[in-house]
């Protein structure tokens, strides 16, 4: 017998994003004639969508079904004009409507290794927190300073190291972040990105079945569809030990493998933070010192 349900999961996540995005864009902001009379749907009717991409409203809603098999890169790339889709979402958009990807089969992704010279290297940064994750935001290597910051991850079981059940599972992270919020959406974000890319990947559907039973915020955040991938920024911490950090991050995507991030965070030189994140590897190093 063949396996349809994954299959059908690829065409509804498709469906789904672009209901989102429609919600999410008023008439006006897409340049239509305001009309007399309540709406009953929020954003732009399908319809409207449709005229303003320049397509049949029978193909777009073939297309927001998931049933528009090989929709051309013409006809994408007018959907995501009208939608206002940013370069990340258009990404996300082409990728969901990938020729055959509803045909595609559940499989394995193959086990990421950190490669030698870059354990090394993070090792050898003493005095900033480093930490290099891969699929579904699994924690792949993490330096001694990094565990400081954040949590042992080396001490849990190999399927609990990842930063998105740290953050919703590990009570530790929401007093950690003090803008929570703000980096729990960002982690669901970046896992509907991997989604997209990797719809048969049966560890990923594990970790988003589990965060959506065992966290309201997250199943809440999930429904909405948005994506986002790290680069750079500042997150503001609260550390048990040393109190409150304000660190600048910056995302490496390596160049032999690109589902592998460097995550490197350092504090402006001279800060109130470059002395608490020094404070804080000492405190981690007299740790490391002692027996046992």
């Known amino acids: 017998m063949t396996d349809t349900s994954g299959g059908r999961a690829a065409q509804a996540e498709i469906g789904e994003f672009l209901r989102s995005r429609r919600a999410r864009i008023t008439p006006e902001q897409a340049g239509l ?11 732009l009717r399908r319809e409207e969508v449709a005229r303003l991409a320049g397509v049949s409203v029978d193909y777009y809603i073939r297309l927001e079904r998931g049933r528009a098999a090989n929709a051309s890169e013409a006809v994408l790339s007018a959907v ?7 370069d990340l979402e258009r990404k996300h958009l082409f990728t969901l409507a990938a020729p055959g990807r ?3 089969r559940p499989r394995p992704l193959p086990r990421q290794q950190v490669r030698p010279g870059l354990r090394r290297l993070l090792d050898a940064l003493t005095d900033t ?4 994750l891969g699929h579904r935001t699994d924690v792949l290597a993490v330096n001694d300073l990094g565990r400081a910051l954040f949590t042992d991850f080396d001490a849990l079981p190999r399927r609990d190291r990842n930063m998105a059940r740290f953050v919703f599972l590990d009570e530790a ?4 972040y003090v803008d929570w919020d703000d980096a729990a959406r960002g982690m669901v974000a970046t896992l509907h990105l991997h989604a997209g890319a990797y719809p048969y990947d049966p560890l990923l559907a594990e970790l988003i079945g589990e965060l959506s039973v ?15 991938q790290r680069t750079h920024g500042t997150k503001r ?31 402006e030189r001279g800060s109130p933070s470059e002395d608490a994140l020094r404070l804080l590897a000492t405190l981690e190093a007299a740790a490391s010192a002692l027996p046992g």
């Open 80 to 86: 995501a004009r009208a939608l206002s889709l940013n």
């Open 129 to 132: 927190p480093a930490i290099v």
């Open 33 to 43: 004639p305001q009309r007399a009379g309540s709406r009953r749907v929020p954003g």
């Open 102 to 104: 509803s045909r595609s």
């Open 237 to 267: 911490y609260h550390h048990p030990l040393v109190g409150d950090l304000v660190l600048g991050y910056e995302a490496v995507m390596l160049a032999d493998d690109p589902e592998q991030l460097l995550g490197l965070i350092t504090a």
């Open 214 to 228: 065992r966290d309201d915020d997250f199943r809440r955040w999930w429904a909405d569809h948005d994506v986002y």
């Open 173 to 176: 992270a929401r007093g950690l």
